[in-house]
């Protein structure tokens, strides 16, 4: 009988890990890149009818939810998806 090897290779998305920790790895990834389309948004909130106090709110709840975002996709990812990410990114 000939000799087989008993390693798998997975793709980059999938760590090691199992079932479970893929999906915390996906969710975590999809939770840091959906965090940069807040930015956009930044540049509408100076042209909204709104009052500067508002407006100040609004920026600062901005912030916190990509934030969050980031920091719960992080979490959820580890250093891992981070990378991931950041290599996608800088293509």
Known sequence: MGHRSSHVIQSPLVPP????????????VAFMAASFLVFPFYLVIPFLPLSGTIKLGITLLASLLSWGMFGAGFYLSGREGYDWL???LHR
Do not use: D, E, T
């Open 86 to 88: 950041k290599r996608r």
């Open 17 to 28: 890990g199992g079932a479970g920790r893929r999906i915390r790895f996906i969710a975590g």
